[in-house]
């Protein structure tokens, strides 16, 4: 199966169990989303997904290789991709620099920037760059250091990081907090425009209205064990989901 | 232009001891380039410099005393070995983090000092070496110290010409990626690892030429001129200059070049004075000098812009009327 598979991950730390024989699939074109109250494991089971963690035991596959013990630099290279709950960009660097670094595992040659005219040597990438940031209309800020943004255009650099990388798997860890409801609302847009580039996309988010509206699927995780997973109709009917967590963010 | 005026000062000044202080300044400068590499763009607190620079001017004088190497040679062997003895150090200590990093550098440091204190037989123990044969490189002998120190202003100018270039390449911007963001440059493809051990041996290497043109400038060596205080002293200069800064190890190499100058008579002031500085420094411009120069060409430049703009202005409302 391509995309990103799963297969009953168990972690603890110390004498704490925070995910329990986890289980899912996350299909390509799909968006898939993780929900559960604070400390359900979810940001564990992103970080175990893209390397940062080992789990106790399970397994993860990607397009159907194994990449469980596999370092994050390598699961990037085999096309998984993901942004942080708290910003992460390179700071001290341009948003044209980080959309481009995106594309690290494209980039060839010596020199990224010609040392003469100071323009970016890899057409190709920095086309692609360019499109990124215009998606996200930050297109202008281009030229701007990032630690000289505003919180919701700094938000915007790491979607189009991700958008350079061409990824095949996505990771978004809680994209929308922070924002506003319209901004959160074009996230969602823009996630779905994503589905049809056939990337298999796992969001972790706490905006119910945003997950209900574009998920195709949703898992659902409590003090780390998975109660529910289906569609958006299922969950929100769902007794057990309700009880543990929609009950309180409604 | 660093060069450049590096190269015209030994035509205003004639004074040997002067030209000798030149030297140092120019050699202080490779080192702080070198530095500049791992800690500056790598963020990595690098205390083990000076062991890579008294590595460089024991396997310069040895490779010619022992193995009968031409001199010349000695400025391409020292840094290679620097830069294999680099990767054996990184390669254990690069997979700390942080002062855990520093103090395994700080460590070897110590003990590579030590050793050379206590191997008589290979470095001649606290007695230190002495040069016995003049440098020669293509036939051409450097025994005056101008010759030497024009030397050192072309390795200066290499130094810089590597790291820019190196800097501007995607080993560059993986390893300044890394230093703003770990996870980041993790998630977008880069092993962090191999590119700061990239860095670690490039920054020792360097390290290891200006050892060996220490060497060849003083002609005597001793494990003192090689203690890890120096290296603290460098990183302190190079912070005060501006870590990860083109003009920081400038600064930094100036800084120590003055104190050494004024407190020539006063030595033991002059670790004193570099600390006040530092305080100083580290209160008014944690980011260096590098930084406050900048803003002050900055702010200039744009006064004088506007200047510009006023007075072409109303010459031309003058020309209306």
């Not at chain 1, 692609?128 to 650099?157: C, P, R, T, W, Y």
């Not at chain 2, 205390?47 to 001017?57: E, K, M, R, S």
């Not at chain 2, 407190?263 to 002031?269: C, R």
Request: glycine share 10%; net charge positive.
């Amino acid at each position: 199966m391509n995309g990103l598979r799963i297969e009953n991950l168990s972690k603890s730390f110390g004498g704490v169990q925070v995910l329990n024989d986890v289980s899912f699939d996350v299909l390509p074109g799909k968006l898939t989303s993780l929900i559960g109250p604070n400390g359900a494991g979810k940001s564990t089971l992103a970080n175990i997904v893209s390397g940062f963690l080992n789990g106790d035991s399970g397994e993860i596959w990607l397009d159907e290789v194994r990449v469980t013990k596999m370092p994050t630099y390598k699961r990037a290279r085999r096309g998984l991709s993901r942004t942080f709950q708290n910003l992460e960009l390179f700071k001290g660097l341009t948003v044209r620099e980080n959309a481009v670094l995106g594309g690290f595992t494209k980039l060839s040659g010596l020199a990224i920037r010609n040392p003469l005219t100071s323009k970016i040597n890899n057409q190709t990438l920095s086309t692609i760059a360019e499109q990124a940031m215009q998606d996200l209309s930050i297109s202008n800020l281009a030229e701007q250091h990032v630690d000289s943004l505003g919180f919701g255009n700094a938000k915007n650099v790491e979607p189009v990081r991700v958008l350079t990388a061409g990824p095949t798997v996505l990771v978004m860890d809680e994209p929308a907090a922070g924002l506003s409801s319209s901004d959160a609302k074009n996230l969602g847009l823009w996630l779905r425009e994503l589905t049809k580039k056939n990337i298999a996309i796992l969001l972790i988010e706490h905006n119910m209205n945003l997950v209900m509206d574009i998920s195709d699927h949703i898992v659902v995780l409590d003090h780390g064990e998975l109660i529910a997973k289906g569609s958006p109709q299922e969950i929100r009917t769902n007794q057990k989901v309700i009880d543990a967590y929609l009950g309180q963010s409604r | 232009m660093l060069c450049a005026i590096l190269t015209l000062l030994p035509q205003l000044i004639n004074n040997i001891y002067e030209i000798g202080l030149l030297t140092d300044f120019a050699i202080t400068l490779i080192l702080l380039i070198g530095l500049n590499i791992i800690s500056g763009y790598g963020g990595q607190l690098s205390l083990g410099q000076v062991t890579f620079y008294g590595l460089g001017a024991y396997v310069a004088v040895l490779q010619t005393s022992k193995l009968h190497i031409p001199t010349g040679f000695g400025l391409i062997i020292a840094p290679l070995i620097c830069a294999i003895f680099a990767a054996i150090i990184g390669i254990p200590s690069l997979r700390l983090r942080g002062l855990y990093f520093a103090m395994s550098t700080l460590g070897v440091s110590v003990v590579f000092t030590e050793f050379v204190a206590n191997s008589p037989r290979i470095s001649g123990g606290e007695n230190g070496l002495t040069v016995t044969n003049q440098l020669q490189i293509f036939g051409h002998m450097f025994f005056d110290p101008k010759s030497i120190y024009y030397l050192c202003v072309l390795f200066v100018f290499i130094s810089y010409l590597i790291t820019y270039f190196y800097i501007r390449s995607r080993w560059g911007w993986s390893l300044r990626a890394a230093e703003a963001s770990e996870p980041s440059a993790a998630v977008v493809g880069i092993n962090i690892f191999y590119i700061r051990l990239g860095a670690f041996m490039l920054s020792g290497a360097i390290a290891g030429l200006a050892g060996s043109l220490e060497a060849y400038h003083q002609l005597y060596i001793t494990p003192e001129g090689f203690s890890f205080a120096y290296s603290i002293l460098l990183f302190v200069a190079l912070t005060i200059g501006g870590l990860g800064t083109a003009s920081g190890p400038v600064i930094g190499a100036f800084i120590l070049y003055a104190f050494k100058r004024w407190f020539g008579p006063f030595v033991a002031f002059e670790p004193l004075a570099v600390g006040l500085t530092f305080i100083l420094c580290l209160r008014y411009f944690p980011k260096g000098i590098d930084p406050v120069i900048r803003s002050l060409f900055s702010s200039l430049t744009l006064r004088i812009r506007k200047k510009k703009l006023d007075s072409s202005s109303s010459t031309s409302l003058e020309g209306a009327q």
